[in-house]
Structure formats: structure tokens, C-alpha cells
T-cell receptor, first 112, second 116 residues
Framework: NAGVTQTPKFRVLKTGQSMTLLCAQD?????MYWYRQDPGMGLRLIHY???????AKGEVPDGYNVSRLKKQNFLLGLESAAPSQTSVYFC???????????FGQGTRLTVV | AQTVTQSQPEMSVQEAETVTLSCTYD???????LFWYKQPPSRQMILVIR??????QNATENRFSVNFQKAAKSFSLKISDSQLGDTAMYFC?????????????FGTGTRLKVLA
């Protein structure tokens, strides 16, 4: 019973490099989300998806892109990493209106 | 825009005592959902309790209960008989339900330390 799985769990990038974070859920959830967690700022929504093939901007979308080609996967891309993107990234999914969000284990990303 | 405020960055409580974590929110919606999540040092986000705004009865889950005051837009979490394993960051979250866009808005968190 995997739930929400994020890959990788840790990563160090150099400024200007690119990378993709993968989120996979096996609960057939329609809604998926990417958040970043920074000290003193809680979790802030980067992008989200309301179904396969859809994406939408959240609170802090600049510098990130996303894709949801398959219902179970939600990818977060950093085209040119910056030190300000050093953070812990969480993927989450939910079924619908009256349900909670289920979270992955998080990815700690450091940009040097 | 909806906002969630947790005004206590850090709190501590003695083992076996009771502690209350505060959360207020701002919204123009009438029907919505509220959650408390726990984040232990493992970093995993764990659901503690949920409350549906149209239900007047406060939610309870074992040692965890909420005091939901809809008019005051307040949603506090009470932990009874605190245990060392309750040491964690606690996040209050509001779920937007407008126009089928189900987004979760989080507060900045309260770091709780349970003292032996």
C-alpha cells in the first residue's frame, strides 16, 4: 500500500542545473499538488492539478513547471535552479471535495 | 483570499498535561473543511483530525479534539494526556471548495515539544 511516493528523497543541484521531481500515487486520486516547505513559512502551493492533462498555478509558481500526462503521476520541473529554490518539496493528492490530502515523504533539495 | 494564521511558533508542555494549539482563518465561503496535520522529525505529514464546517459538533480522535468556532473563524487543537511522541510540528489547514478547485492552504505551523 504505497500511497504517495516521491522520487528522489534528497538532491543537491548546482545553480543553473535542471531537474525533475516525480510524484506517483496509487489511490486513483483526481487532485494532485506540489508544495514547498520553508522555515517559518509553512507549506506554500506551487502548482496543482485537478485531473489528468490539467495543471494550474498556485501561490509560488515562478521558476517551476509541471506536467500530468498520466492520472497517477505529477512531475515538478526546475528549468534553471536557483539558491532560492532550496527547500523541502512535498507532493500530495486527494480524492475530492470532502477528503484530506495524502502526502509523500518529501524531497529535500539544496541548490548551491 | 483565504488565509490561515497560527500565532504560536513554538510551545512546550509537560508529559501527561493538556495543551491547546491555536488556529484562525479568514474566508468568505460558507462550507469548507479544516484539518490539523502533524509533522514529526521524520518529515512525514500525518493527518490528526478533520472538521467539516457545516457540522457544529467538534471533531475528536482519541486524545485529540478541536474547538471549532465558525463565527469567530477559529479552529484550535487540544491534545490531552500529552505524550513524548506528540513532539512535532503541527499545521492547521483550510480546504477551499470554490468552483471545484480543492486547494489546501496551510498555516505557518506550531512546533510542539513535550517535556519528560
Amino acid at each position: 500500500n504505497a500511497g504517495v511516493t516521491q522520487t528522489p528523497k534528497f538532491r543537491v543541484l548546482k545553480t543553473g542545473q535542471s531537474m525533475t521531481l516525480l510524484c506517483a500515487q496509487d489511490m486513483n486520486h483526481e487532485y494532485m499538488y506540489w508544495y514547498r516547505q520553508d522555515p517559518g513559512m509553512g507549506l506554500r502551493l506551487i502548482h496543482y492539478s485537478v485531473g489528468e492533462g490539467t495543471t494550474a498555478k498556485g501561490e509560488v509558481p515562478d521558476g517551476y513547471n509541471v506536467s500530468r500526462l498520466k492520472k497517477q503521476n505529477f512531475l515538478l520541473g526546475l528549468e534553471s535552479a536557483a539558491p532560492s529554490q532550496t527547500s523541502v518539496y512535498f507532493c500530495a493528492s486527494s480524492y475530492g471535495r470532502n477528503t484530506e490530502a495524502f502526502f509523500g515523504q518529501g524531497t529535500r533539495l539544496t541548490v548551491v | 483570499a483565504q488565509t490561515v494564521t497560527q500565532s504560536q511558533p513554538e510551545m512546550s508542555v509537560q508529559e501527561a498535561e493538556t495543551v491547546t494549539l491555536s488556529c484562525t482563518y479568514d474566508t468568505s465561503e460558507n462550507n469548507y473543511y479544516l484539518f490539523w496535520y502533524k509533522q514529526p522529525p521524520s518529515r512525514q505529514m500525518i493527518l490528526v483530525i478533520r472538521q467539516e464546517a457545516y457540522k457544529q459538533q467538534n471533531a475528536t480522535e482519541n486524545r485529540f479534539s478541536v474547538n471549532f468556532q465558525k463565527a469567530a473563524k477559529s479552529f484550535s487543537l487540544k491534545i490531552s494526556d500529552s505524550q513524548l511522541g506528540d513532539t512535532a510540528m503541527y499545521f492547521c489547514a483550510y480546504k477551499m471548495t470554490t468552483s471545484g478547485t480543492y486547494k489546501y492552504i496551510f498555516g505557518t505551523g506550531t512546533r510542539l515539544k513535550v517535556l519528560a
